[in-house]
């Protein structure tokens, strides 16, 4: 078992969510460093999604514990991840495709002007979230956007993708949290989506990415957490498998004891 | 479709685990959203795009200058004043409607809601003798109520909204006969200041009412309520995309839920216009209103889909139909084409706002 570590920044024990008579989670364990980005693969019905859920507050688990920075915690919506510096990039990204670009990173945690402006007329700073919202985009190498006032509409999906990771970058989260960012886009912007985990790494943020495109998981993370009928059957470095070997324990023809892994 | 510019498959086939680079600046993506000249059409939708306003601006200047030409009577300050007189009751209950709409909702409810309010101001001035103020006050307050119940009926009962105000339609303008019982309170018998708002002033020889004015200013503060405020940015993330404003923490039925209040104490303001407006306090005054806000709306530019759209452009949509009913009475046409220009205007500017809907995916 693993024991609480300071260098864990989120960590989960014995996960169970049932749904109905379908358990999606079977006592999973989970954990993330400080630093590292950690690939959750699994196949249908491996309970991915559920763990995610679980770690982003969508979900709550029916038994188990959730520990941020080694203090047990429970979220009981998104909201409160957020609150407590877990943010989620979720499959949809979750944009507002009409409202502009800066508008969407502050969406739900807008800033308002300062003194009177702000208090009495509820006046937003729109400046200044402008100018917030292009500093991010700079550092994850976004900034060549024409504009950061236009419309997220009018932008590609892979652009799209770079604004949901940067509202989740940009708030001095303590873990990103990556669901199928490429599952939509094409090969162009898979690599695009692969160099933004890089810059977000490069921020000392972690990342959680939850993905099915192998190459895309052994090009950027540290670790590899292999979920297998509810359970997480391997933990390993990336450095220690490949790519064969992790899709056969992740569909069941190997078994981890077999390629002399330690969990 | 726009083309992906070239550096961007440069940078996607960079060699693979490559260390993220120390300064983005040099190794950023260049990203250029038109790929190759754009045609007139596309220009001008892209325009339309980015500025919603452009297409009713056009329709109202291009409507005026021709009926300025047709008939000499037409542009004239008098007449401006006239056709602002005639369409700011429409104008006053599209910014209730525009809310709403843009939450991807509807109104069906706000002419009854206003016909309730204003039947209960001149019930607790007139014959239960309140003070006018407070009966005044008190007016408001039942079309805030009323607003209050649409929005309960919708995020709690979860009743899509032209339901839900379809049904309190029905209930309020029961009400509204009841509380009358289908009579009208005669111009001699309304206190003066609920007809303060049909007076006014002259401005070079034209009068002017302080009802117009109260329209222009709700205008203005709406505008920039919407523009300016979070409350108005989450009205619109609420419109655009349900889901993501409730994935970023937006608390989703507490915005329907004011919007629908405050749409409410829009109506309340309107029923006391419309007594200026008509001189007394009838039960059956508006009822083709409801119709006419949503027509001002849609006109205007703002998507029946919600999430976009400008306050402003449903000022231009209830005077682009004040205009056309204006100019074509004065050119000699029976009022039958009125209705059947408005027809075309509705569909065109619903077919302009699935054309750009389709360019915004």
């Not at chain 1, 990103?176 to 160099?195: M, N, Q, Y």
């Not at chain 2, 007076?199 to 302080?210: A, D, E, N, S």
Request: glycine content about 12%; hydrophobic content about 50%.
């Amino acid at each position: 078992m693993t024991t609480t570590t300071p260098e864990l920044v989120l960590e989960a024990r014995g996960l169970v969510k049932r749904y109905g008579h379908v358990v999606a989670l079977d006592e999973t364990d989970f954990e993330i460093r400080q630093g590292e980005v950690l690939a959750v693969i699994g196949d249908n019905g491996a309970g991915k999604s559920s763990l995610v859920q679980c770690l982003a507050g969508a979900v709550q688990p029916d038994e188990g514990e959730l520990l941020i920075g080694g203090q047990q915690v429970t979220l009981k919506s998104p909201v409160e991840a957020r609150h407590r510096g877990i943010e989620t990039v979720f499959q949809s990204l979750a944009v507002s495709p009409a409202l502009d670009i800066a508008s969407n990173i502050f969406l739900g945690r807008e800033l308002r002007m300062p003194g009177i402006a702000g208090t009495v007329f509820r006046r937003l700073d729109k400046k200044r979230m402008r100018e917030e919202s292009l500093a991010v985009m700079s550092q994850l190498g976004l900034q060549t956007l024409q504009n950061i006032g236009q419309s997220v509409e009018s932008l590609s999906g892979g652009q799209r993708q770079g604004v949901a990771v940067a509202r989740a970058a940009a708030f001095g989260s303590k873990v990103v949290i990556l669901d199928e960012p490429t599952a939509a886009l094409g090969v162009k912007e898979s690599g695009r989506v692969v160099k933004l985990i890089q810059d977000i790494k490069a921020r000392g943020i972690p990342v959680i990415l939850i993905s099915h495109n192998m190459p895309q998981i052994f090009e950027v993370a540290d670790r590899i957490h292999i979920q297998r009928l509810g359970k997480r059957v391997a933990l390993v470095d990336t450095a220690d498998i490949d790519m064969a070997d992790a899709v056969a324990v992740m569909v069941g023809a190997k078994t981890p004891a077999e390629l002399g892994l330690a969990r | 479709m726009n083309e992906r510019a070239p550096e961007l498959a440069a940078a996607a086939a960079g060699p693979a685990g490559a260390a993220p680079p120390a300064n983005p600046s040099k190794t950023g993506l260049v990203e250029i959203e038109q790929g190759g000249p754009l045609t007139p059409i596309q220009w001008i939708e892209r325009k339309m795009l980015s500025r919603p306003l452009i297409g009713p601006l056009a329709v109202l200047v291009i409507a005026t200058i021709v009926f300025s030409i047709v008939s000499p009577n037409f542009g004239t300050l008098q007449n401006f004043s006239l056709i602002l007189q005639q369409v700011q009751v429409i104008a006053m209950l599209g910014i209730a409607q525009t809310l709403v709409i843009l939450t991807a909702g509807i109104d069906l409810s706000v002419a009854a809601v206003m016909l309730l309010s204003q039947v209960a101001m001149g019930k607790f001035a007139v014959s239960l003798g309140l003070p006018v103020e407070l009966a005044l006050v008190l007016g408001i307050l039942v079309g805030v109520a009323c607003g209050a119940i649409n929005g309960l009926v919708v995020t709690r009962l979860n009743i899509p909204p032209f339901i839900a105000t379809l049904g309190t339609l029905s209930i309020f303008y029961a009400l509204n006969i009841f509380i009358s019982d289908g009579e009208s309170v005669p111009y001699a018998d309304v206190p003066p200041l609920f007809n303060w708002l049909g007076t006014g002033f002259q401005v070079l020889g034209t009068t002017f009412t302080y009802g117009q004015v109260l329209t222009l200013a709700m205008f203005l503060l709406f505008a920039y309520i919407l523009r300016s405020t979070a409350w108005g940015t989450h009205i619109y993330a609420v419109g655009d995309n349900i889901e993501a404003a409730r994935l970023t923490g937006i608390r989703v039925d507490r915005v329907l839920m004011s919007v629908y209040v405050v749409a409410g104490l829009i109506i309340g303001l309107t029923a006391w216009l419309l007594i200026g407006r008509i001189g007394s306090i009838s039960p059956t005054a508006g009822v083709g209103y409801n119709l006419a806000s949503i027509t001002a709306v849609v006109i205007g530019g703002t998507s029946l889909f919600g999430g976009r759209g400008r306050i402003m452009g449903t000022l231009l949509g209830a005077l682009i139909v004040g205009v056309f009913s204006s100019g074509l009475s004065l050119a000699g046409f029976d009022s039958l084409w009125q209705e059947f220009t408005i027809g075309l205007l509705i569909i065109g500017a619903v077919a302009v706002d699935q054309r750009l809907r389709k360019i915004g995916r």
